[in-house]
């Protein structure tokens, strides 16, 4: 692979504090021991909030009233992108029986699970976009209960914003609960909640934690690192577009890394130059965090041809990837590892992350190696089942028995006996 690295991180990974594991774990062992009383000891400690915790429809009907009548139109703009988007994964999927040999049949069924916890960040942002993609692929799915649950700012609740997206997405309830508390009351079912089957949404690195700890208890969607993007870019792209397009997604954090594989130089010195400049242009915190993912996690690499830009590119696996090069289609047909895929300059990792339909939630830090994003699927458990007509079981319980015996186990050979010895008779 001819590959040159023309900028070079400082940092090549993240890892938490092992202080982060203690500490997540024992908030999870007290709410689990002493229940909602546990719960809202931590809220009132790390959320300043000792409000309603379980949203009312009269709470929820005054959050809506709030908002500007542009900012719901946009909302709703969005939420019908994700909702018809979701829609269609879901009509992928679907029940079917087969004969496998004649007279034994087998089965698929698409069964939702009964309750998804959605846990949508508040902090210093609202994270509309996260309610919009959690929420709304759960009840597509047919998810029959769907908690929100999302950080109270300090002595005011949940963000209106956020409110108003998960009730029009389809939440069922709206836990006014953040942090690691948060995720430990959908676990558990506080507050009258039922007991979620499964976990998505992202979080700083506690609810990360916690999520992981947990599951297997619970399902989640992913485990969830820093948010990281890949640009690949070719002499026919815009640099100014290249350059804004890193920055945007380094805004996300001091340590989400950001990527350009290009084989061209010129482009990639020019960006280079530029991408600074760029970031002292963002409000003082955006600069802050995307200054320090830039100097401290971003990468340049300069390769040979095409070919090994692709191949970089999948064996990086990024989160995002966006190419703003020539012939789309064969980039399409050639990249097969990552979270989700952006062609064209027409396009931005932002658009998905806000507003044209595809998921969000997204797999981070390689594991786009080996998984996609959330979707309606991660809601769905695809299950089996069979039947045999008499005729079948003859030939389908020899074979049974002579590896079941070939393997050790004599119970398991003695059940298709029984059935071998009844049915070869009736025959």
Known sequence: MG?????????????????VEQAVRAILADIELNGDDAARKYAERFDGYSGNLILTRDEIDAASASLDMQL?????????NVRNFAEAQKATI????????????????????????????GGRYAHIASALMTVTTAKVAGVSNIIACSPPQ??????????????????????????????????????????????????????????????????????????????????????????????????????????????DRALAEQVMARVPELIATLPELNARNAAAAWRDY???????????????????????????AADRDWWLRRLTCYGSLFLGEE??????????????????????RYTGGLSVHKYMKLVTWQRALPDAVVPLAEATARISRMEGMEGHARTADIRLEKYRKSA
């Open 3 to 19: 590959v040159t690295q023309l900028k070079t991180a400082s940092h090549s990974s993240v890892k938490d504090a092992p202080d």
């Open 72 to 80: 719901k139109d946009d909302i709703r703009y969005a939420y019908d």
């Open 94 to 121: 679907g029940d079917f029986e087969v004969e496998l040999r004649p007279g034994l049949f087998a089965g698929q069924r698409a069964i939702p699970c009964n309750t998804a916890g959605c846990y949508v960040p």
């Open 154 to 263: 300090k002595g005011t609740g949940v963000h209106p914003a956020i409110i108003y997206t998960a009730d029009l997405c389809g939440a069922d309830r709206i836990l006014a609960m953040g942090g690691v508390q948060g995720v430990a009351a959908m676990a558990n079912g506080l507050f009258g909640l039922p007991k979620a089957d499964i976990l998505v949404g992202p979080g700083n690195q506690f609810v990360a934690e916690a999520k992981r700890i947990l599951f297997g208890r619970v399902g989640i969607d992913m485990f969830a690192g820093p948010t990281d993007s890949l640009i690949i870019a070719d002499g026919t792209a815009d640099p100014e577009f290249v350059a804004w397009d890193l920055v945007g997604q380094a805004e996300h954090g001091y340590n989400s890394p950001v990527w350009l594989v290009t084989d």
């Open 298 to 324: 971003a990468e340049v690499f300069l390769c040979d041809d095409r070919e090994d830009m692709a191949a970089l590119s999948d064996r990086m696996a990024p989160e995002h990837l966006h190419v703003q």
């Open 347 to 368: 396009t931005t990792v932002a658009f998905g992350d806000k507003a044209s339909g595809t998921n969000h939630v997204l797999p981070t830090s390689g594991a786009a």
